[in-house]
């Protein structure tokens, strides 16, 4: 009789010991959600700086940016629709995810400012990637490019876009994305980057490096408030060389809408900046919002999976 209370004791606290085991591997120490934080941007770009996010394996964007004339200023009003009838810079690029951490792509663009005629590779790697529990507190990600200008070079030597060799017509960034998404509404990131360009003007900076910075601030499941602002650190010396020639130096601040489609996001935007590129829009802004030298853009991106 005592054996049978014995077995009947056992096979009632079996499923307890089962159920508590099965407890412990959800909420023991060793199973806290260590899953990674998705999604913090919906976009590999913010608007003009990049995001933390990579594609996919297998996934082919095609991406197209575009940017309109000032809208108002001296260039701008409704001589030109508002900038709609110029175009200050257009970029076409295709990125691939050769992993789920690491994109590389090409692309070809207009161009704004000293070059024109750019051809863009470039690779973007995801480091770290945030985890739900917090034990990664943040994402890294790390970008960089090679662009070539194929622009006539000038017959002046002192001309800017002189080119006495390939290798003056290139320049070069490279860039860390840290970045946190805060719940389900709010993603920030920061971007330090180094801007090194082959071929400069008298008195311009060959190297230089910026402080970006950019959010996301989702409204619904489909559209989000974006914005960017980037901080070039150009040395005194030269701030006062090209003041007193006419030109000054702005940072970059771009604002817009993001609206996700299924496999498209589009940005609606408005910048100061007329350049697309990193080697450009960091350097070589000279237009600025307080005198209506800010345009309407948009990018676009339509993903493939070409992936199993």
């Known amino acids: 009789m ?44 913010i608007i003009n700086g990049q995001s933390n996010e990579t594609l996919s394996k297998g996934d082919l964007d095609f991406r197209v940016a575009h940017r309109f004339g000032d809208i108002g200023g001296s260039g701008g009003g409704s001589s030109t629709f508002f900038g709609l ?31 024109s005629q750019m051809y863009e590779i470039l690779g ?16 890294v990600t790390v970008f960089g490019n090679a662009v070539v200008t194929g622009m006539k070079s000038s017959p002046e030597k002192s001309d800017v876009n002189y080119f006495d060799s390939f290798s003056s017509r290139m320049s070069y960034t490279a860039q860390a994305i840290i970045s946190r998404k805060f719940g389900d509404i709010i993603s ?14 008298y008195k311009d900076m060959n190297n230089m490096f910026a402080l970006g910075m950019g959010g996301r601030l989702r409204f619904s499941k489909r ?20 003041e007193t020639r006419g030109i000054k130096f702005y940072n970059s601040l771009g604002v817009g809408v ?8 589009f940005h609606m935007n408005f910048t100061n900046s007329t350049a697309v590129l990193e080697n450009q829009f960091i ?7 307080t005198q209506g030298q800010f345009r309407w853009g948009f990018n676009i991106s339509r993903r493939f999976s070409l992936g199993k």
Request: net charge neutral.
């Open 258 to 265: 993001e609206i996700e489609t299924g496999g498209h996001v």
């Open 124 to 139: 973007k790697f995801k480091v770290l990637q945030q985890t739900m529990d917090n034990r990664i507190p943040v994402g």
């Open 188 to 201: 920030l990131a920061v971007l330090p980057t180094y801007v090194h360009r082959n071929r400069v003007g």
């Open 2 to 45: 005592l054996k049978l209370r014995m077995l009947s004791v056992l096979l009632l606290a079996a499923p307890a010991v089962m159920a508590q085991d099965n407890l412990g591997e959800m909420f023991g120490k060793d199973s806290v959600r260590r899953d990674p934080v998705i999604a913090t941007f919906k976009s590999t770009r």
């Open 223 to 242: 559209v989000a408030l974006v914005v960017d602002y980037f901080v070039p650190f150009r040395d005194e010396e030269s701030k006062d060389y090209y």
């Open 85 to 115: 009838d110029n175009s200050t810079d257009i970029r076409i690029a295709f990125e691939y995810g050769i992993t789920d951490r690491l994109t590389a792509g090409i692309s070809r663009t207009k161009g704004s400012g000293n070059f």
């Open 283 to 289: 350097p070589e802004t000279v237009t600025t919002w």
